[in-house]
């Protein structure tokens, strides 16, 4: 249904001689139809059906409500769409057009921001927040924050990383700016795991880790700042408040 | 409304839609430009040069667009749902 303006006809994606005949015969009233709002030119219909799909799914409606700035909601939808297209040798030219006009309009970092939706590493993140009791304002608070200067949140593992001089680059970097999301694809993942023991058994960050295809990531949080997002606050009966152990 | 997929629509009827509209090709045969004028049509939300190959002509007053993602997901946050 498509607002107040009645059902949208999908036939018409079919689009048949009887109606090509229509358009000849209305050309003069097309401007007024689009003004009226009583017809639209789309290109593919496939783009349409994976904009519609994503903008009408469970994943989107639980980030936006924690994403505040419009920017971001064409990237974070941009990003969930890019999950959609990859896979497929059809759709690559697709895929490629739409990080390109990402980039054209966000530059790198919109790109970044996209990858990290695609993978599913943003949704897992809020997911977790989530069940550790944060409130929606602190939610909002700490994603935009994140997104925002995203780079300086993320690091790649490669094969080769030394996981004890990482865990310490992870410790300042984590101490600087929390969470951490530390990603490592194909045979680099069993260095991300000597990582994460690392960080485990050295620090006492909080450690949770992630995984997609052939890619994991491990989100770091400094304890502090995962304290006061689940610190459930103080009682109404007056009792204080107990922070939450670590994982 | 009626929503038409200009896949499927003839160049000769896209071209005579688009001159009902102000537009015209431009003299590279690929792009779309103001009648007259000459300026290339930008999709302001990808900025990029809208071609009659690729193109949607979205309600509102006639907004031409790159058909791309990117350029329907930003339409639709100003426009709202109504695709």
Avoid at chain 1, 223 to 229: A, E
Avoid at chain 2, 6 to 14: E, F, H, Q, S, T
Wanted: aromatic share 6%.
């Amino acid at each position: 249904v498509n607002g107040d303006r009645g059902p949208i006809r999908e036939a018409a994606y079919g689009v048949t001689k009887a109606i090509i005949d229509s358009l000849w015969e209305g050309l003069k009233q097309i401007p007024d139809k689009l003004n009226n709002r009583d017809i639209a030119f789309i290109g593919d219909p496939e783009t349409r059906r994976v904009v519609k799909e994503k903008r009408a799914s469970a994943e989107w409606a639980l980030l936006r409500k924690y994403i505040e700035d419009r920017d971001l909601w064409v990237i974070v939808q941009s990003g969930l769409t890019l999950r959609s297209l990859e896979g497929d040798p059809l759709l690559k030219r697709r895929l490629e057009h739409l990080r390109g006009t990402l980039h054209s309009r966000f530059g790198p970092l919109g790109v970044q921001i996209a990858e990290v939706v695609q993978r599913g590493i943003l949704t897992d993140l809020v997911t977790h927040y989530a069940k550790e009791g944060a409130t929606d304002q602190q939610l909002r608070a700490q994603i935009g924050t994140m997104l925002g200067d995203l780079m300086a949140h993320v690091e790649f593992i490669r094969t080769g990383d030394d996981p004890k001089e990482f865990c310490r680059k992870i410790a300042y970097k984590v101490s600087i700016r929390s969470p951490q999301i530390v990603m490592g694809r194909g045979r680099a993942v069993d260095a991300l795991n000597r990582v994460a023991r690392k960080i485990k058994e050295g620090t006492d960050c909080h450690v949770a880790i992630g995984s997609q295809d052939d890619q994991e990531y491990l989100f770091v949080f400094r304890t502090d700042q995962w304290r006061s997002l689940t610190d459930p606050g103080p009682d109404p009966a007056g009792r204080p408040s107990q922070p939450r152990k670590s994982r | 409304m009626e929503v038409v997929s200009l896949k499927a629509v003839p160049k000769d009827l896209k071209l005579a839609m688009l001159k009902e509209l102000g537009y015209e090709l431009d003299r590279d045969g690929v792009h779309v430009v103001t009648t007259g004028g000459g300026e290339r049509v930008v999709d302001p939300y990808s900025s990029l040069e809208v071609r009659l190959d690729n193109m949607m002509i979205l309600p509102g007053s006639a907004i031409l667009l790159d058909d791309n993602e990117l350029s329907l997901i930003s339409y639709m946050e100003d426009k709202g749902d109504i695709l």
